[in-house]
């Protein structure tokens, strides 16, 4: 969620959607609790979100945004006292491709997140402790579960479209394939039905660098002894392959951070130092355990190859729009190549178009013209009134 | 973020587009080949009942298509037509599109494979305007092919006749023939096609299907 710095065109608290605050709510207690597709079930589940804009009178102009891997609630605007906007604040705001002057937007943290929704390191309430890995494997499908509840808190029982880049665009085609009544329209970024072995490899050296950190202590760490020097590791390795060979050349070269070369196993050049500066800020945002039980649900995800995966669909089709990027290698063009062609040959109407860009995956957290400009053509083009207004 | 908005959704059809369309059942599942801004497709499916896609490599029409509404794949046509499954439309049209592919014959088996009815056009270099003017020590230029021949989209360029040798050399059955005016009207005879039409559509069958 970072990378090659976007310039910043404009005050985004002037510009954007401008203060905003990070919302709670339960939507699952011990009456009601929520059930997960593993067999488990989860007595309290409170949900961190934002909204920006205004849900019209007919509640057809609503828009959820399913995050990735790393990110929050906190997709557009200022929080108070930040000088930094939400991860997404290029894309949604007044006038941007995401235009909260038309749409009710909704941003969520994913179940077993960190970042205000119930996960791993939320107190069980049977124990009063942390879940640790007590906390139940989590399924691609236990997220849209929430999400639409959260949906059903708001007042929101049909979205105009449901939108998400890498882990995102998942959510996005786990909730089409499984309630397409649920949307119009759906946008899937740099995203994926199907993990490469290649995929998986990195996310594996991830966690295991996570769970050998001697902090680790099977998941039963505390409080000032967590396994930061694991999550660090996996955070630059994965962040490695968020870029292109090409973005690295450009932002670093082969130079020095400290101007001259000094020989030694040190930080010295520059892309070390900025690796290691990633891994410490995610130190400060992120927690080990929901970085184990995210990328977990991402390898196993593969829902095509479900019996009778696109039944419901084709029943009641979603209109598609598939967005890669011709240097993302994390997710590459093929992989969404493959969703289209999954798609079109089901007969469900798919849109797809391959963006150049040199930033590799991060791309689609960057301002990039051509991209914002398709995804702005494909919420706003006039269906003629096909639209299920329910 | 100025692009999009300002995109007409829909554009009249041009011409040609009008007898391509006629060509089309009502109903038809559609797969439109270098779609451009899908206006096309935007016209068969709110007026013919047509479902679709359209493959567009440009940027510019790409964009327009989307913003009409037209669900569009962006696709080389000469590296990617073995994404779409064997017989998986009604019909696959190609307007004025295979003068610029790279390998034509790839472009149509492939077309052949994906549906058992294709609509060709393609403009007629035997024009007798393009006789003239090749008579008058130039290349070529007009209506249908406006272009300088060193700036020019188009990669190949063929008579009606050496077309339709083309076609049943493919194993390609010419069903029906629409020749057009220079100004994409209908002819109102088929004599003397090669000579008189600015171009033609062709409605073709793969020979024993």
């Known amino acids: 969620m970072t990378t090659p710095d976007p310039k910043p065109t404009a005050d985004p608290a002037v510009e954007g959607v401008g203060l905003v605050e990070t919302r709670s709510v339960q939507l ?14 989860l007595d309290e589940v409170n949900v961190a979100y934002e909204t920006y804009g205004r849900l019209n009178d007919t509640a057809d102009n609503a828009i959820y945004i399913c995050h990735a891997l790393t990110g929050d609630a906190h997709a557009a605007g200022l929080h108070v ?76 029982r049909h979205w105009h479209a449901v939108v998400g880049g890498s882990l995102g665009g998942m959510q996005v085609l786990e909730w089409e394939l499984t309630h397409p009544e649920d949307m119009d329209r759906a946008v899937l970024i740099a995203s994926s039905s199907r993990l490469t072995a290649q995929n998986i490899a990195f996310s594996a050296v991830g966690r295991q660098a996570l769970m050998r950190d001697e902090n680790f202590q ?15 590791i996996a955070r630059m390795m994965a962040h490695i392959t968020y870029m292109s060979e090409d973005a690295f050349t450009e932002k670093f070269g082969r130079s020095h951070q400290y101007g001259a070369p000094s020989r030694g196993f040190g930080i010295d050049f520059a892309v070390e130092s900025y690796l290691d500066h990633q891994g410490e800020t995610f130190l400060t945002r992120f927690d080990a355990l929901s970085y184990l039980y995210l990328t977990r649900v991402m390898d196993y995800f593969d829902p095509f190859s479900r019996p009778d995966a696109l039944t419901r669909l084709q029943h009641d089709p979603v209109s598609n729009l598939i967005i890669s990027f011709d240097t993302d290698w994390r997710f590459s063009t093929a992989q969404s190549r493959r969703i289209m062609r999954t798609l079109e040959s089901a007969r469900i109407p798919v849109t797809f178009r391959e963006i150049q860009s040199p930033w590799g995956h991060d791309s689609f957290l960057l301002p990039i013209e051509p991209y914002h400009a398709t995804i702005r053509a494909f919420l706003e083009y006039d269906d003629g009134g096909q639209a299920r207004h329910e | 973020m100025s692009e ?5 959704v829909s554009h009249p059809l041009r011409p040609d587009l009008v007898h391509v369309a006629e060509l089309v059942p009502p109903g038809s599942r559609v797969l439109d080949l270098g779609c451009g801004p899908g206006t096309l497709l935007r016209h068969l499916i709110d007026d013919r009942g047509c479902s679709g896609t359209g493959v567009e490599h440009d940027p510019d029409m790409l964009l327009a298509a989307i913003a009409g509404g037209v669900p569009v794949l962006d696709l080389d046509l000469d ?131």
Do not use: K
Not at chain 1, 29 to 40: F, H, K, N, Q
Not at chain 1, 84 to 104: E, K, Q, S, V
Not at chain 2, 4 to 8: A, E, K
């Open chain 2, 79 to 209: 590296a990617d037509l073995g994404e779409f499954s064997d017989r998986s439309y009604d019909m696959v049209i190609l307007s004025r599109t295979l003068q610029t592919v790279q390998r034509p014959s790839d472009v149509l088996a492939q077309m052949a494979r994906i549906s058992d009815r294709l609509v060709v056009s393609m403009p007629n270099f035997g024009l007798w305007r393009h006789r003239l003017r090749l008579l008058s020590g130039h290349m070529p230029q007009s209506r249908e092919l406006p272009f300088a021949w060193y700036d020019t989209p188009n990669l190949h360029h063929a008579t009606l006749v050496d077309l339709e040798n083309y076609f049943a050399g493919l194993g390609l059955e010419v069903e029906q023939r629409v020749p057009l005016t220079e100004a994409g009207r209908r002819l109102r005879t088929e004599r003397g096609a090669n000579l008189v039409a600015g171009a033609a559509i062709y409605l073709l069958r793969p020979i024993g299907r």
């Open chain 2, 4 to 8: 999009s908005t300002g995109l007409p």
């Open chain 1, 218 to 232: 099977n998941g039963r760490f505390v409080e000032d002894r967590t396994p930061d020097v694991g999550l660090s």
């Open chain 1, 81 to 156: 006292g930040e000088e930094r906007p939400g991860w997404w604040d290029n894309l949604i705001g007044p006038g941007r491709a995401i235009d909260t002057d038309r749409w009710f937007v909704v941003s969520s943290n994913l179940l077993g997140g960190c970042q205000g929704t119930t996960g791993p390191s939320s107190t069980n309430p049977e124990t009063g402790e942390p879940y640790g890995l007590d906390f139940p494997l989590l399924d691609m499908s236990d997220f849209v579960t929430v999400h639409r509840r959260l949906g059903e808190h708001l007042g929101v």
């Open chain 1, 28 to 41: 699952f207690t011990r009456d009601d609790p929520l059930r997960l597709a593993g067999g488990a079930s």
